[in-house]
């Protein structure tokens, strides 16, 4: 399997990158009488900026943008942007720690976000995360938003 390999910055691995897309709908307004159809081109820039220190652990940034133009109707046209960052701590006792958190913006704003966990993996030792309180619970206690 091919690995990009980024382009180095000192200690800091960057990943350009850039995607492009024509998408054609039949109803871009979707509605049920009336259809309208229209082309779309979407150019989606962005940056990954990867940071390995101490042997184990890793910082990672990462932002991209999503210009879509519309051929008829122009006033559709949009743009969206997204930054999310992790950092991740790996000890050698099997505690590992992660950190992660976005923000996005534009026509598909879902606003900031941010995760935590602590994983304790050792044999016969059960497994356990900090929840959104950050308290510290067993994984079958710990309920997604959707359970709760």
């Given at each position: 399997m091919l690995q990009p390999k980024g382009v180095r910055a000192g200690p800091v691995t960057l990943h350009p990158f850039l995607?492009?897309?024509?998408?054609?709908?039949?109803?871009?307004?979707?509605t049920k009488k009336d259809r309208?159809?229209?082309?779309?081109?979407?150019?989606?820039?962005?940056?990954?900026?990867y940071y390995p220190f101490l042997d184990q652990h890793f910082a990672l940034v990462d932002y991209r943008a999503a210009q879509r133009f519309n051929y008829r109707f122009?006033?559709?046209?949009?743009?969206?942007?997204?930054?999310?960052?992790?950092?991740?701590?790996?000890?050698?006792?099997?505690l590992k720690v992660n950190?992660?958190?976005?923000?996005?913006?534009?026509?598909?704003?879902?606003?900031?976000?941010e995760d935590y966990n602590c994983?304790?993996?050792?044999?016969g030792?059960?497994?356990?995360?900090?929840?959104?309180?950050?308290?510290?619970?067993?994984?079958?206690?710990l309920k997604s938003d959707f359970e709760r």
């Open positions: 995607g492009l897309a024509q998408t054609f709908s039949d109803n871009t307004f979707a309208k159809s229209d082309t779309v081109t979407t150019i989606a820039p962005g940056l990954q900026a122009s006033q559709n046209n949009a743009l969206s942007q997204e930054a999310l960052g992790r950092l991740s701590l790996s000890f050698p006792v099997g950190f992660q958190g976005g923000h996005t913006e534009g026509f598909d704003a879902r606003g900031s976000e994983r304790i993996r050792q044999p030792i059960p497994i356990f995360y900090l929840d959104r309180r950050n308290i510290l619970v067993p994984e079958q206690e």
